[in-house]
């Protein structure tokens, strides 16, 4: 009964070794069995240094609507693992591929508010282990990486923004594992390749401190900044001088007659609807921020100009419009109104009593009619000439003496000043605008 215990035993121990899977050379070298890589080097010990240095290969996208970047790039450890050692005559490294990268013990590094990472794994997976006979380990892989950038657009579009990656461990604090970048700030390297459609890529630089959480104790992390400034040029175009223009537009119905009413108003109009559509297609395209931006405060104000200039034409008509009804009931009340005529044309009745209601022009001679003349500054005026006999000994004191009184009407002056004041206004404010956000 013993033996053929024994012998089932062996028989057992045998059928093992037929499924294990056969070890390589380089594994037999490297003594992989003969050692629990699920621990870290020097287990026990002071915690083991691991450098790091990264080479961006691009920085794909940037987004204003989910605050995040997306960068690709090659994220390289460096190491010391005696267990690894091996003899060599001359001295040369051996490289190996992921298999036995997840044989061994690796740092577990991860990206601090990463969003979405993959490492690459066309054609194979883009993991690279090389051990030197020392012990000392290369560990590179390519990533690509999606984090989070907390973006200041209260200067948008002429905003400058600092994103950041941050890499730590995810299991070992820093009593176990002491995270560095391995040539300081010359260990991160970039292509000179990499351009944004939207940024200048103004500088890269590396930073390391402490992180600290409440369960687990303190970590080291790695940080990469870089610092991006927007290219202005494309909202100039698309967004700034559309909506210049359209102010600008406004102020052409200053200079059309009052009496045109189907070309100021259908102006106007437009305008505004014109920059209500460039705020929208602004917005659409801009996350849901509770604070102003710098755009919305341009297009907003020159929003506002527009729609002044909207109710600008509404203040003329309706002043317009009350001035022509009281000269209506002036000439009701005269016994003879003339227009801009010659006053040696008019024939009135001299018994009639002057209006109290009449403000006489202290120039005015009586007995003879002033001159019809335009102004000097090309302004837009009517005069009306009227012949009142100023004969009531109780309203003037006087006795009935014929005469002329000169009545200017001007129904343009609001339109007059809006052309000096609105382009003076918006030219102010360009000026303030850009000074402060330039």
Same mark, same amino acid.
């Given at each position: ?110 990206? !601090? ?17 090389? !051990? ?16 989070? /950038? ?12 600092? /994103? ?82 359209? !102010? ?99 024939? /009135? ?10 403000? !006489? ?78």
């Amino acid at each position: 009964g013993d033996k053929r215990q024994e012998w089932t035993e062996e028989l057992i121990a045998s059928l093992k070794d037929m499924t294990k899977s056969p070890m390589t050379k380089s594994e037999q070298l490297l003594r992989i069995d003969d050692h629990d890589f699920t621990m870290r080097p020097a287990f026990g010990g002071p915690p083991i240094p691991v450098g790091v240095d990264v080479q961006v290969e691009s920085l794909d996208t940037i987004s204003e609507v989910d605050m995040d970047f997306t960068m690709t790039l090659y994220l390289r450890h460096y190491w010391k693992d005696e267990r690894l050692s091996f003899p060599s005559t001359n001295n040369q490294s051996m490289t190996f591929d992921s298999r036995l990268a997840k044989k061994i013990w690796v740092p577990d590094m991860f990206f !601090v508010h990463s969003k979405r990472s993959f490492i690459h794994d066309t054609t194979t997976d883009n993991v690279m282990l090389r !051990v030197h006979p020392d012990g000392n380990v290369l560990y590179s892989l390519r990533i690509t990486v999606t984090a989070m /950038c907390n973006m200041d657009l209260s200067r948008f579009p002429l905003d400058t923004q600092t /994103c950041s990656l941050e890499i730590e461990s995810y299991a070992y604090t820093d009593d176990d594992l002491m995270l560095y970048w391995k040539k300081g700030n010359e260990s991160l390297n970039t292509d000179e390749r990499i351009s944004l459609s939207q940024f200048l890529i103004q500088k890269f630089h590396t930073t390391t401190k402490l992180a600290f959480y409440s369960s687990t104790g303190w970590y080291n992390r790695l940080y990469i900044h870089f610092t991006l400034r927007r290219h202005v040029f494309f909202f100039l175009l698309q967004t700034y001088f559309p909506a210049t223009l359209m !102010v600008m537009l406004s102020w052409v119905s200053f200079w059309i007659d009052r009496r045109a009413v189907p070309a100021r108003v259908p102006l106007g109009i437009t305008t505004v609807l014109t920059m209500s559509t460039i705020i929208t297609g602004v917005n659409a395209s801009m996350p849901r921020v509770s604070y102003i931006k710098a755009v919305d405060i341009y297009l907003w104000v020159s929003f506002v100009f527009v729609f002044l200039s909207v109710i600008e034409y509404a203040a003329v008509n309706y002043l317009s419009t009350v001035q022509e009804r009281k000269e209506r009931k002036l000439r009701e009340r005269l016994p003879c109104t003339c227009g801009i005529g010659n006053p040696d044309d008019m024939t /009135c009745d001299p018994q009639i009593s002057g209006y109290t209601t009449m403000d !006489v022009n202290s120039t005015a001679n009586y007995g003879t009619a002033g001159n019809y003349a335009m102004p000097e500054n090309g302004g837009r005026q009517e005069r009306m000439l009227a012949q009142v006999v100023l004969g009531d000994p109780q309203l003037t004191g006087q006795v009935k003496r014929p005469g002329y009184v000169n009545i200017w009407i001007d129904t343009h002056a609001i339109d007059k000043y809006s052309r000096v004041l609105f382009p003076g206004s918006y030219a102010l404010f360009n000026i303030i605008y850009w000074s402060i956000y330039s």
